[in-house]
């Protein structure tokens, strides 16, 4: 398993410092690794047999949790200086700092895009209330004005000519009401 206490990326997570490997070949993880005989090389094997033999292992942090982990080789067996190691463990920290920004950017974004779709969806929202309150007022202002003119403008009704059913009776008053409003009287001779 790569994160085994007893490899080197597991030594770099449990630390939290970098591990520095003058000559891998040498490297008690590495000789498990020839004995092994596995078909799947561990990476120590691999890394030598890419060539490299002083590796350098910098873990990335950010806020004391490992995000990654920086790996330096050389192709010799010549280790790194104390100066070399601290470069590279700057590097490393700012190369985290700098994965962290741009995950935040990365979800700025996503809300930022977010956001933009709820504002378009109100925008629309607002605009067919707005439609539909400008296409419902000259309809419904239409409707009340042909209701009111209607006895007003039938055929019939506008050359004067009424039959019973446009009079309503109102028994209290015992009186009629014609289309036009007026009230007339049973009592009234015509």
């Known amino acids: 398993m790569l994160l085994d206490h007893g490899s080197l990326l597991g030594r770099v997570a449990a630390s939290k410092s970098p591990v520095h490997v003058a000559d891998i070949t040498a490297n008690e993880v590495y000789s498990a690794g020839e004995a092994d005989g596995a078909l799947y090389a561990p990476p120590p094997v691999a890394i ?9 292992f910098v ?3 950010r806020n ?5 982990v920086l790996t330096l080789g050389r192709g010799r067996i010549e280790p790194f200086t104390e100066n070399e190691i601290e470069l590279v ?4 920290a700012q190369a ?5 920004i741009t ?9 930022q895009m977010e956001l933009a779709h709820a504002n378009r969806v109100v925008t629309m929202g607002q605009l067919s209330a707005s439609i539909t309150h400008e296409v419902s007022q000259p309809i419904a202002a239409a409707r009340n004005n ?8 039938s055929g019939a009704k506008s050359n004067g000519r009424l039959g019973k059913q446009d009079f309503v009776y109102l028994p209290d008053e015992d009186v ?3 289309p036009a409003g007026e009230r007339l009287s049973t009592s009234t001779p015509m």
């Open 48 to 56: 030598v047999k890419a060539g490299v033999r002083t590796g350098l």
């Open 59 to 61: 873990p990335m942090l």
């Open 64 to 68: 004391d949790k490992l995000i990654g």
């Open 89 to 92: 463990t700057d590097f490393a």
């Open 96 to 100: 985290a700092i700098a994965l962290e």
């Open 103 to 111: 995950r935040h950017e990365r979800q700025l974004r996503k809300l």
């Open 146 to 153: 042909v209701s009111a003119a209607l006895p007003l403008t």
């Open 176 to 178: 009629y009401r014609c």
